[in-house]
């Protein structure tokens, strides 16, 4: 059964710094792409960040670009993001997903997803 | 603001049929495949449709999607209150070179 579990979430002030991290297991992790997607209180979907198997192909939203960095370890099956500057507008449950492919791309889609951290930037 | 636009509602009586657009572009919808999330309240998305208009192994044939030009549709039928949820599009989008998503419908069962 495939698991993607999320920690690192919290109450942040804005300005500051946040690593989250996804474990996966239940499937190869280093044959598929992976991605973090957000999704603010009440609010829709957006994309933040992918990253290919072999870390080769990365690419981040425009909102976010600049300031999080989105990284991989697959001997340890974990997914990263290092969010920095964090603004209130970033306030959102942070979801890693997998790809169904090794290097995504227009064909691949999200076919797994965890049940999310909640990052707060609040003063 | 989403480069791709869905209606931000739509509802429906139990057994009616109900459709839902995503609206796009040529960099976008026009030159990629399309795909449908579901997101019951206070649960992660699921996927409902890939690639336009195939359904994963365990997705009611109630569920439908298509494709044409530069917009897409998802089509529910027989509609139960356990549809009663948001739903996303989703593509790729060449001039950003990433996923993105539509605004999302919120679906009502009346």
């Known amino acids: 059964e495939v698991q993607l579990v999320e920690s690192g979430g919290g109450l942040v002030q804005p300005g500051r710094s946040l690593r989250l991290s996804c474990v996966a297991s239940?499937?190869?992790?280093?044959?598929?792409?992976m991605h973090w997607v957000r999704q603010a209180p009440g609010k829709g979907l957006e994309w933040v960040s992918g990253i290919s198997w072999n870390s080769g192909r990365i690419d981040y939203g425009d909102s976010v670009k600049g300031r999080f960095t989105i990284s991989r370890d697959n001997a340890k099956n974990s997914l990263y993001l290092q969010l920095n500057s964090l603004r209130a507008e970033d306030t959102a449950f942070y979801y890693c997903?997998?790809?169904?492919?090794?290097?995504?791309?227009?064909?691949?889609?999200?076919?797994?997803w965890g049940q999310g951290t909640l990052v707060t930037v609040s003063s | 603001q989403s480069v791709v636009t869905q209606p931000p509602s739509a509802s429906g009586t139990p057994g009616q049929r109900v459709t839902i657009s995503c609206s796009g572009s040529n960099s976008n919808i026009g030159s990629n495949y399309v795909f449908w999330y579901q997101q019951l309240p206070g649960t992660a998305p699921k996927l409902l449709i890939y690639?336009?208009?195939q359904r994963p192994s365990g997705v009611p044939d109630r569920f439908s999607g298509s494709k044409s030009g530069t917009s897409a549709s998802l089509a529910i039928s027989g509609l139960r209150s356990e549809d009663e949820a948001d739903y996303y599009c989703?593509?790729?989008?060449?001039?950003?070179?990433?996923?993105?998503f539509g605004g999302g419908t919120k679906l009502t069962v009346l």
């Open positions: 690639r336009n208009d």
């Open positions: 997903a997998k790809d169904t492919l090794y290097n995504y791309d227009s064909t691949g889609y999200f076919d797994y």
């Open positions: 989703a593509t790729w989008d060449d001039s950003l070179s990433g996923r993105v």
């Open positions: 239940g499937f190869t992790f280093d044959d598929y792409a």
